[in-house]
């Protein structure tokens, strides 16, 4: 038996077209994101160049504000103060890792709740975790938006599905595996969450095991393996980790899942690359256009 794969590309597509046709009601112009970029980390960057090709293609205005790593944190807050008060943004994007002394929390604070459209505002991750959310964050959202049109395409209801699973969640970032989590509450799953402390006590397997739907987002390549899932779970790979070739010397992208020793032994599986990041990209660009929507609606 070989897993099912769930094509992020394609269930990307069908996304595109409903957030395209959004952006253009919105008569583009309105609808604009901007990310805040310090230092020159591998996966930001190639985030980023990814973000404009999908907000090229989808309409949406996007400009990219890039500072160097040795900035302070007031020279961060200064360029979120401008983005916040500028009419043409509607989003604003603030790309992960910041470095050591740019004190993440203070950044998060900083932005307009109403552009904050990774919910990492404590006014929207609090909405969140009370399940009324004004913005889904992309990621976590994009897992559970693969998975329902994976249910959908199997035929399986989702209420009734989700009522019997237990999901877990590997890893448990505030932009990640902590929303992950709170989407699983909120599809009345039961719901664990682990982070670098079920590995270091050895627990890894035990905890996964007992999932039916495996969410992993620590970050670490290979870190699930065959030993770690069984033949009825379902696995969504959030990890992107850059890995360099020995014998040629590129880099290419993997997940946290071994694919190859997993792959065989589950019931469906999201590959890396090709899985969860492709809707990523498109809901970060429905977020822009719900924050156009919402700046419209409370200025009329
Ligand atoms: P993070 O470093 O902020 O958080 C990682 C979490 O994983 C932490 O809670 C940590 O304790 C846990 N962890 C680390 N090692 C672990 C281990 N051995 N066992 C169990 N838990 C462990 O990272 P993040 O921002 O949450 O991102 C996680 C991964 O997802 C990264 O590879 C990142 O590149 C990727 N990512 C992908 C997308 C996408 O669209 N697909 C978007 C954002 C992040």
Known sequence: MTAQ???????AKALKDEVAEEVSRLRGHR???????????????????????????LGVGYQGHTLPASSAVEDVLAVIGGLNADPRVSGILVLRPLPAQVDEALVFTALSPYKDIEAVHPVNAGLLALGTPRFMPSTPASVFYLLDS????????????????????????????????????ARQAVTVSCDEWVSRTGRLAEVT???????VAAGVAGLIGAEHVSPEMVVLDVGINPVTDPVEGAVHLVGDVDFAAVAPVVRAISP?????????????????????????????
């Not at 095991?209 to 969410?215: E, Q």
């Open 5 to 11: 794969i769930m094509d992020g590309r394609r269930v």
């Open 31 to 57: 609808c604009r994101l901007a990310t805040v970029m310090v230092g020159q980390d591998y996966s930001a960057r190639a985030y980023e160049r990814r973000l404009v090709r999908v907000a090229d293609e």
């Open 150 to 185: 994976w249910l959908d395409e199997v035929g399986e209801s989702r209420p009734e599905f989700y009522h019997r699973s237990t999901i877990v969640v590997v890893g448990r970032s505030n932009n990640v595996g902590k929303p992950a989590a709170l989407l699983g509450y």
């Open 272 to 300: 890396v690359p090709g899985g969860v990041g492709p809707v990523t990209d498109v809901w970060l660009m429905r977020n822009t256009a719900a924050a156009a929507r919402l700046i419209m609606a409370a200025s009329s």
């Open 209 to 215: 095991s007992g999932a039916d739907v495996l969410i």
